[in-house]
């Protein structure tokens, strides 16, 4: 149980950005479109849960060596990402810029890729501290494609007043669960 709560709360800070990119998408949406609302989905939960994967397997060609070192390497992944994501939120910018219509196929690949970079970096920690890449997966897979689902009605409904707060959030939390590791590994 508290293998997938950790996995749960991973999920829940990796899929931020896809649910950023959402909402900006929602606020394009003169009125909700449920395709392109699952293709978003389908699309950035796909690709949350395929990252993780490749990184694991990279990971795990190299995991003997380095075994010792996983915690740190959590801790020390896991803060950057999260302090990533939390510096791009407090710093500002407009992402929603990038993110209007016209509805591209392209664009949400694209998009899909860049928002899911820090998912392939979580899969290389979990194959050094023996996280269930399956479970993993599929908890961060499904998370993110619920989570885009809601961002685009949230885009749709209210606009990108929680996009900031969203990313600061999810940033909060991955630096929480990379002390988490260390704490555990030092005590």
Known sequence: MVEFLTVFGIGIGLAMDAFSVAV?????MPRINRKQMLIIGLLFG????????IGWLLGSSFSQYVSFLAPWI????LS???GKMIWEAIRGGDECEQCQPPFSLTELLSLAVATSIDALVMGVSFSLDGTNIWLAI??????TLLLSIAGVLIGHKFG???Q??????GGVILCL??????????L
């Open 80 to 82: 950057f990402i999260g």
């Open 164 to 169: 900031k707060k969203a990313e600061i959030a």
């Open 138 to 143: 599929s908890v961060i897979g499904v998370t």
């Open 24 to 28: 900006c998408k929602g606020l394009g």
């Open 46 to 53: 796909g690709f949350q849960a395929l990252m993780p994967l």
């Open 177 to 186: 669960i990379g002390i988490k590791a260390l704490l555990e590994y030092l």
């Open 160 to 162: 990108n007043k929680f």
């Open 74 to 77: 959590s801790f020390i992944l």
